[in-house]
């Protein structure tokens, strides 16, 4: 397929996977890449959905896509596009190279019926014109555990915790995030050979830090929760001053959750736990003693965009009844541009076609924002994104449009 500016996007073919990612780790800052990641990489790319730009022999665009199943509200796995491996060469900046292969890439999801596509955004910028509304936020945190403390809830103590090899008991840890995939927005069901992302431990990655340590939580002798987690020693003045930077955790239920939040506090020779990418409404903010000394803050993460306005509009539920016209204006993909009637309630949901009048007017990006419950369309018509043309329809359909809980991607692609 040739470009406007005389480049051609081409599927990647396997044998051109090495200079392909390449030209990725270039385009990041051509920072170091151990030969684990490389071929963790190889082993997830979709070759089939994997695209490079040429111009002539010189490759100067890359881009991808994973076949992922995304958690929405209500429970469904939704089929989405995890679009990935983004890269423009900088000496082919603003020819058309990204856009073709943003072009390419939403097509190929709506031909395989794929309702959602969801990325990372190196940059916040780039992806609102192609759509992609910020849609989850990640926490981190840096706790002085020398100071703050926790009160745990009852059963806490009945949580047996033991140490193992993070590969050794991969396939329980497997088994407990895969339990909890449906009740977070957001969340992926894992695909083969994504398990092993959580294990990868090149030690140009350590930053001076342990390998990668785990511990199991368990009660009755079935497995609850595990944290992967690494330690660092330091000393300063006043003695010991190490550092645990927590790497992943999950939990079947709060004593177990609980259990595992307090080792970690309470590790020895440690007196600053590092958290980073968590859900923004992750429990153990409940449990500290002092959460100015936790240094939380968060950020953007995931960025959703609605392929198919009608189909995913209706894979999700509502955590209120709604009744509400929807006029979109979507120019990238104008399949979705005109008016869609959403009714719908904590059951089910249908998302149609109609010449009806319009109840509110926004932009598929601002659908893709508000779609996981994460972000308010009141907050966004409070921006000037959203336009309400029937009195009351933006109220009710702000709080349809909520969840529970915090939609959270939990890892990157």
């Known amino acids: 397929m040739g470009t406007e500016d005389g480049t051609e996007l081409k599927t990647l073919r396997p044998e051109e996977f090495d200079r392909w990612w390449e030209h990725l780790l270039r385009a990041f800052g051509g920072g170091p890449a151990s030969a684990e990641e490389r071929e963790l990489d190889r082993t997830v790319t979709e070759f089939d959905r994997s695209l490079a730009v040429w ?39 603003r020819r058309g190279v990204l856009t073709s292969m943003m072009r390419r890439l939403l097509d190929d999801a709506r031909a395989k019926g794929e309702p959602l596509a969801a990325l990372f955004a190196s940059e916040p910028a780039i992806y609102g014109r192609f759509g992609y509304g910020s849609a989850t936020s990640q926490l981190s945190a840096e706790i002085d555990t020398g100071r703050v403390t926790l009160a745990v809830p009852e059963g806490t103590d009945e949580v047996r915790l033991r140490y193992a090899a993070p590969a050794d008991v991969l396939d329980a840890c497997e088994a407990v995030y895969a339990a909890l995939v449906p009740g977070r927005p957001g969340m992926l069901a894992r695909q083969p050979g994504w398990e092993r992302a959580g294990l990868l431990d090149p030690e140009s990655g350590r930053e001076g830090a342990s390998a990668l340590q785990c511990v199991l939580a368990e009660r009755d002798g ?5 944290a992967r987690f690494r330690t660092k020693m330091g000393w300063g003045p006043s003695g010991h001053d190490g550092t645990v930077s927590l790497e992943g955790l999950a939990a079947l239920d709060p004593a177990s959750e609980a259990a595992l939040w307090r080792f970690l506090f309470g590790v020895d020779l440690m007196t600053t736990l590092k958290v980073r990418s968590r859900p923004v409404d992750d429990a153990w903010q409940h449990l500290v003693s002092d959460i100015r000394r936790c240094r939380v803050q968060s950020r953007d993460a995931g960025y959703v965009r609605l392929v198919d306005v009608g189909a995913a509009l209706s894979a999700r539920t509502y955590l209120t009844p709604v009744d509400v016209v929807f006029e979109v204006e979507d120019a990238f993909c104008p399949w979705n541009t005109g008016r869609w009637r959403l009714t719908g309630d904590a059951k089910g ?14 932009s598929v990006r601002e659908l893709g924002a508000a779609y996981l419950g994460g972000v308010s369309l009141l907050s966004l018509a409070a921006a000037g994104r959203v336009r309400q043309a029937r009195p009351g329809a933006l109220a009710e359909a702000s709080v349809a449009f909520g969840s529970p809980v915090a939609p959270w991607l939990p890892h990157g692609f």
Do not use: K, N, Q
């Not at 939704?78 to 082919?92: D, E, I, K, L």
């Open 55 to 93: 111009d002539a022999d010189t490759l100067v665009g890359t881009s991808g896509a994973f076949s992922f199943r995304m958690t929405v509200p209500g429970g469904a796995v939704v089929p989405t596009a995890g679009v990935t491996m983004v890269s423009v060469a900088a000496t082919h900046r």
């Open 222 to 226: 079935e497995v609850t929760g595990y």
């Open 349 to 362: 949901a249908s998302c149609e076609r109609t010449a009806d009048p319009a109840d509110l007017a926004l």
